[in-house]
């Protein structure tokens, strides 16, 4: 189920590249948690700490080379690890088709 299905809308979308070259696209308005890489570095990278930077997500158009930004990698045999990645590149560019799905929850 979509709340927004515009196929055939033109939309400008930012490609962000990590310095392990990951890339993620997504609109300006996307929000997206990213900061200062010393204080997303601090500390033990754990569930409390991701969840606050969740709740500090910004919209993507505001991210800047050498901010950083998590990452997850598929480890053998012991499931996935959030990583912090420093941000290396940003680019623009148009492309066809503007998707927002909606999420249900049922608890």
């Not at 590249?17 to 609109?27: D, H, N, R, V």
Request: overall charge positive.
């Amino acid at each position: 189920m979509f709340y927004h299905r515009k196929p055939d809308e033109n939309t400008l979308f930012f490609q962000i590249e990590t310095e392990s070259g990951k890339q993620l696209s997504l609109t300006p308005l996307h929000l997206l948690p990213f900061g200062n890489c010393s204080e997303m570095e601090y500390g033990e990278l754990d569930s409390d700490k991701i969840e606050r930077w969740l709740q500090k997500s910004r919209f993507a158009h505001k991210a800047r080379v050498d901010d950083c930004v998590f990452t997850v990698t598929q480890q053998r045999n012991k499931g996935v690890k959030v990583n912090v990645e420093r941000i290396r590149k940003i680019g623009r560019r148009y492309s066809r088709g503007i998707y927002r799905q909606l999420s249900i929850i049922n608890i």
